[in-house]
């Protein structure tokens, strides 16, 4: 017969162990910046495990240039840095968590949905990509057709429907 003092010491063990790698595991992340810099220096973002812009450093020679191309080179090294966020996760959790662990492999399935490869470039007013983006085509993508003006259908009314539904009196009463 297995003693329930051990059972209950072995599984107060296991929970401690397990304590211990979540702390380990939250703080890991609390930590982790990806930071990531334009081809000349003159941008650099820095984000946190979660993907989110926690800095942001801008040169002084990008005063020189165009708004709209120095805010496309802005988020196109911000969608660097978040496309990297899920291979810096797994290096930094891989230790703790194994590898080719099931959390392991969640993790990262969530990360790269949230933070997918950056597309090719900027197009300005229609985000990234060469099209604007689109679902495809769906019944509602035809030009609506133009309003058939149809008259109303008559009732025949008679002034004596009116003064049955309340007789003499309104219907406030």
Same mark, same amino acid.
């Given at each position: %017969?297995?003693?329930?003092?051990? *059972? *209950?010491?072995?599984?107060?063990?296991?929970? =401690?162990?397990?304590?211990?790698?979540?702390?380990?595991?939250?703080?890991?992340?609390?930590?982790?910046?990806? /930071?990531?810099?334009? =081809?000349?220096?003159?941008?650099?973002?820095?984000?946190?495990?979660?993907?989110? *812009? /926690?800095?942001?450093? !801008?040169?002084?020679? !990008?005063?020189?240039?165009?708004?709209?191309?120095?805010?496309?080179?802005?988020?196109?090294?911000?969608?660097?840095?978040?496309?990297?966020?899920?291979?810096?996760?797994?290096?930094?959790?891989?230790?703790?968590?194994? =590898?080719?662990?099931?959390? %392991? +492999?969640?993790? %990262?399935?969530?990360?790269? $949905?949230? +933070?997918? !490869?950056?597309?090719?470039?900027? /197009?300005?007013?229609?985000?990234?990509?060469?099209?604007? +983006?689109?679902?495809?085509?769906?019944?509602?993508?035809? @030009?609506? $057709?133009? @309003?058939?003006?149809?008259?109303? @259908?008559?009732?025949?009314? $008679?002034?004596?429907?009116?003064?049955?539904?309340?007789?003499?009196?309104?219907?406030?009463?």
């Amino acid at each position: %017969m297995t003693d329930p003092d051990a *059972l *209950l010491s072995q599984y107060e063990g296991r929970l =401690a162990d397990a304590q211990r790698k979540s702390d380990a595991i939250r703080e890991g992340l609390t930590r982790l910046r990806v /930071v990531e810099s334009s =081809a000349d220096g003159q941008i650099v973002v820095t984000i946190n495990d979660a993907g989110n *812009l /926690v800095d942001l450093k !801008l040169g002084t020679s !990008l005063q020189r240039k165009d708004g709209d191309s120095v805010a496309q080179e802005v988020l196109r090294v911000l969608q660097g840095a978040q496309s990297r966020v899920a291979a810096t996760v797994q290096e930094a959790l891989s230790p703790m968590l194994g =590898a080719d662990s099931e959390a %392991m +492999h969640f993790m %990262m399935d969530k990360l790269r $949905s949230a +933070h997918p !490869l950056p597309p090719a470039q900027y /197009v300005p007013g229609g985000g990234y990509g060469d099209e604007p +983006h689109r679902l495809g085509a769906i019944e509602d993508d035809a @030009p609506p $057709s133009p @309003p058939v003006a149809r008259p109303r @259908p008559q009732l025949p009314r $008679s002034s004596q429907d009116d003064e049955e539904d309340f007789g003499d009196k309104g219907f406030l009463r």
